[in-house]
């Protein structure tokens, strides 16, 4: 009942990419809208019900569905930054977990 969201780095993995745009996608009552944000690519909306494929863009034709979830995805933005640009955070972890994870094949560094 609520919306679900997604977001993609379109630079993921490609270190020399400066400034990549994230994709952000809001998923509601059978529709999608996909937005770039801080670019100037319009908006595309998708009737997974008519369209599970999305190959046709409804976003001119459906305005107001559009612009409400495109005000969903203007808040989602305000309130979730992208973590990447900061200091990742540091956690602590009990020696079971970190057997875990080293079994997994990471290196844990002291």
Do not use: F
């Not at 046709?56 to 034709?61: G, V």
């Amino acid at each position: 009942d609520r919306p679900v969201y997604a977001q993609l780095l379109r630079g993921w993995g490609r270190s020399k990419q400066v400034d990549p745009v994230s994709l952000v996608s809001v998923t509601h009552d059978g529709k999608r809208l996909i937005q770039a944000l801080g670019d100037d690519e319009p908006p595309e909306l998708y009737d997974h019900a008519s369209d599970p494929t999305e190959q046709e863009n409804l976003a001119r034709i459906d305005r107001d569905t559009a612009e409400r979830m495109e005000a969903w995805i203007d808040a989602y933005a305000e309130r979730a930054p992208p973590p990447w640009g900061r200091a990742p955070e540091s956690i602590e972890l009990d020696a079971m977990r970190l057997n875990h994870l080293r079994a997994l094949g990471y290196v844990i560094e002291p």
